[in-house]
């Protein structure tokens, strides 16, 4: 399953949206990611973040 937060909020938020709703992991593609051609996977149970190219 995935989903898309509905807004254009401040990562932090984000990532208390997805803590409350019990989602383990996060992905990040935002303009510093596109620029570099990779994206992000934030574990939220680890709280640890790895870097991958598109």
Do not use: R, W
């Amino acid at each position: 399953m995935c989903e898309i937060y509905p807004s254009p909020d401040k990562l932090g938020k984000q990532f208390g949206y997805a803590d409350k709703k019990g989602i383990p992991l996060v992905i990040i593609l935002g303009e510093g990611e596109k620029n570099e051609g990779s994206y992000k996977i934030k574990d939220m149970i680890a709280g640890t973040e790895t870097t991958h190219k598109i």
